[in-house]
């Protein structure tokens, strides 16, 4: 079973540039939500999608968005891009919208911004 | 609000030694909790939930509501069990999202 992919591996911008994200969840899983870990911040949750709808969103300004396609992969955008932005991206799905359920991470987008 | 707090950045123990890795939290609803581990190289990966009640690789981890504690406990520590452990509170019913503590890195050492 093929995990949870992301890309690109590794992304360059400048400030005030703006950074696509891209997820492919496991076949099956409906749910998926992206992670912002950030050099001594840790892992701070950023968005929820599910069913192509936005469920839940963490503590982070509207600059930063995303969307989930028919096919459940998932979009991370981030506007107006900031140096402190510079983070791993982290993307993990789960099969149900259940509490408790497992979720498989990916294994994350290195944005760096210059 | 939600907090996990992972109290040891760092933790070193020798091959064979117990090993408790700490983690509390504030929530006021009823908590779901995890530890999730990340060896080298590897991505992020559950290693067990409370609500399973199972020993993984040897860990265990017990939900003390009184104390607000979830500690991780292995008896006899490997060095493969040397990598980042991060303890998560599951929180918000509809609203539902993770909220990790920052981490310990474990070093079993030979």
């Not at chain 1, 402190?84 to 990916?106: K, P």
């Not at chain 2, 008896?75 to 993770?98: H, T, V």
Request: aromatic residues 12%.
């Amino acid at each position: 079973e093929a995990g949870v992919t992301q890309s690109p591996t590794h992304l360059i911008k400048t400030r005030g540039q703006q950074a696509t994200l891209r997820c492919s969840p496991i076949s099956g899983h409906t749910s998926v939500y992206w992670y912002q870990q950030a050099l001594g911040l840790g892992l701070q949750f950023l968005l929820w999608y599910d069913e192509g709808e936005e469920r839940n969103r963490g503590n982070f300004p509207p600059r930063f968005s995303g969307r989930q396609f028919p096919n459940y992969s998932s979009e991370l955008n981030v506007n107006a891009l900031e140096l402190e932005d510079s983070a791993l991206y982290l993307c993990a799905s789960s099969l149900e919208v259940v509490s408790a359920d497992t979720q498989y991470f990916g294994p994350g987008t290195r944005l760096t911004v210059l | 609000a939600q907090r996990v707090t992972q109290p040891e950045k760092l933790l070193s123990v020798f091959k064979g030694a117990p090993v408790e890795l700490k983690c509390n939290y504030s929530y006021s609803g009823s908590p779901e909790l995890f530890w999730y581990v990340q060896y080298s190289r590897q991505r992020l990966q559950l290693l067990l939930r409370h609500i399973s009640r199972e020993s993984i690789k040897g860990f265990t981890a017990d939900l003390n509501k009184g104390e607000t504690s979830f500690h991780l406990k292995k008896p006899f520590a490997q060095e493969e069990d040397s990598a980042m452990y991060y303890c998560a509170l599951g929180s918000g019913g509809s609203n539902y999202k993770l909220t990790f503590g920052k981490g310990t890195l474990l070093t079993v050492n030979p």
